[in-house]
């Protein structure tokens, strides 16, 4: 079946960058677009960007632009979201999400950035 | 950046109707910004409701449906139960490929 395996939980320092993966299974990698959204707790969801997988294409949201990168691998069927420069409130669960109209998401990754 | 206002929260009676809205401070919505409907329970990812304004998926109910209503994206909820308590979250494309969330409406079946 369709499924987005996203790597584990992450706790870093503010100042630090971190790296979130997102496994794809169950359809073909390359056909959809793969977009990141984070929750922070008791917030709204946040639209961050996403990747034309087929050809590497990237857009961001203006909030984001100049710290979050989003890349793939797609021999590895797997997409990525860098996130440098963290702050405390980046402290926020980072959602993968693809698929037919965005019919599948990952299972959330927790990034906590304290000192 | 556009914001996109939704009601903080509302409640329904079970078998209930309600309606949700999706507003666009750039104007009124339209198909064109291809609207979007996620259900999110405590604890768990969201889940795609209805996209396009109004179209679903193999899983949403129908009791679920999405439309254009006076300017604003809508889902109706027809005949609510107590399962579709949970909070729910408009999504929004604009020009130049840019997307944006609403602040999410708590529906509460009480």
């Known amino acids: 079946q369709v499924q987005l395996v996203q790597s584990g939980a992450e706790v870093k320092k503010p100042g630090a960058s971190v790296k979130v993966s997102c496994k794809a299974s169950?359809?073909?990698?390359?056909?959809?677009?793969m977009h990141w959204v984070r929750q922070a707790p008791g917030q709204r969801l946040e639209w961050m960007g996403w990747?034309?997988?087929?050809?590497?294409?990237?857009k961001y949201s203006q909030k984001f632009q100049g710290r979050v990168t989003i890349t793939r691998d797609t021999s590895a069927s797997t997409a990525y979201m860098e996130l440098i420069s963290l702050r405390s409130e980046d402290t926020a669960v980072y959602y993968c999400v693809s698929y037919k109209a965005l019919a599948a998401w990952g299972q959330g990754t927790l990034v906590t950035v304290s000192s | 950046q556009a914001v996109v206002t939704q009601e903080p929260s509302l409640t329904v009676s079970p078998g209930g109707t309600v309606t949700l809205t999706c507003a666009s401070s750039t104007g009124a919505v339209t198909g064109g910004q291809y609207p979007y409907w996620f259900q999110q329970k405590p604890g768990q990812a969201p889940k795609t409701l209805i996209y396009d304004t109004n179209k679903k998926h193999s899983w949403t109910p129908a009791r679920f449906s999405g439309s254009l209503l006076g300017g604003k994206a809508a889902l109706t909820l027809s005949g609510a139960q107590p399962e579709d308590e949970a909070e729910y979250h408009c999504f929004l494309s604009y020009n130049g490929g840019g997307q944006v969330f609403g602040g999410g409406t708590k529906l509460t079946v009480l």
């Open positions: 169950g359809y073909s990698f390359s056909t959809y677009a």
């Open positions: 990747i034309h997988v087929g050809n590497g294409n990237t």
